[in-house]
């Protein structure tokens, strides 16, 4: 299961840092992420992090946003730097991961970020 943490409400500039901890079992997880999600918006992938290669970002929160994780404890990360109004959403996170049952992806709690000018 994923554990989320973080989030809240912060002025356009300021930063928040969200939180995902993976536990439960023996597993390995081979990608971390967060997507969000506005309403009347599509849920869209803010970043993701793969234990294989280096990070990925949408468009709109490169050089803000950045992604990392700790193998070791099985979490990641997401700072979120000069936060603008339009990333007011809720945001979710989630873990690529494999077992001996095979490969599944695991969703955090929705964490809400508000932005406020």
């Known amino acids: 299961q994923l554990q989320a943490s973080g989030g809240g409400l912060v002025q356009a500039g300021g930063s928040l840092r969200l939180s995902c901890a993976a536990s439960?079992?023996?597993?390995?997880?081979?990608?971390f992420g967060w997507f969000r999600q506005s309403p009347g918006n599509a849920r869209e992938q803010v970043a993701a992090?793969?234990?294989?290669?280096?990070?990925n970002y949408e468009d709109s929160v490169k050089g803000r946003f950045t992604i990392s994780r700790d193998n070791t404890k099985n979490t990641a990360h997401l700072q979120m730097d000069s936060l603008k109004l339009e990333d007011t959403a809720v945001y979710y996170c989630?873990?690529?991961?494999?077992?001996?049952?095979?490969?599944?992806?695991?969703w955090g709690k929705g964490t809400q970020v508000t932005v406020s000018s």
């Open positions: 989630f873990a690529r991961y494999s077992d001996y049952t095979g490969d599944h992806t695991a």
């Open positions: 439960g079992g023996t597993f390995t997880i081979k990608a």
């Open positions: 992090i793969r234990s294989d290669s280096g990070p």
